[in-house]
């Protein structure tokens, strides 16, 4: 599972021009299913989304669980994209919709269960994500077959 995060002082997710969710001062996670993805992957995103410490203050970095900020998240299977050949991306590592659904909607459940308040895009619309990112600060998150490699 992947997700770009951006801290923001400001988002939102429009559809047809109107906003469907939008944020204050916060976390922009744009999240991607990958084909061996699985509901501990989420878990463990999820974690990192919340507790990720990039938010400066007087005493040291904080995170929005530290902090109480907000969290917009949106599926973003794009991430998934290759690109090393040619010029047309492959789409074949990133999970088939029904499959990705569900885990995103594990990523924004296990969020809420933490105490965050989260916002969300809409799976599988045409939506366009706006935001104002601060510092700037963007990181790309990534956390793999966490279950597989516990059991092997």
């Known amino acids: 599972m992947r997700a770009v995060v951006s801290r923001v002082s400001a988002a939102a997710v429009a559809i047809d021009g109107a906003v469907v969710a939008s944020i204050g001062p916060g976390l922009l996670s744009l999240v991607g299913v990958g084909r061996d993805d699985d509901a501990a992957d989420a878990l463990a995103m999820a ?65 809420r269960r933490r105490g965050c308040t989260v916002a ?5 619309a045409r939506m366009q994500v706006s935001s104002v990112n601060e510092g700037p600060t963007t990181l790309l998150l990534e956390v793999r077959g966490l279950s597989r490699r516990a059991s092997g």
């Open 47 to 111: 974690r990192k989304i919340h507790e990720l410490r990039i938010f400066p203050t007087d005493n040291g970095a904080r995170s929005a669980d530290d902090l109480g900020l907000p969290v917009l998240v949106v599926s973003q299977f794009t991430l998934y994209a290759d690109t090393r050949k040619g010029r047309r991306p492959s789409w074949q590592d990133a999970a088939p919709s029904e499959r990705a659904e569900p885990l995103v909607n594990e990523v924004v459940a296990e969020l």
């Open 120 to 124: 969300t895009g809409v799976f599988g």
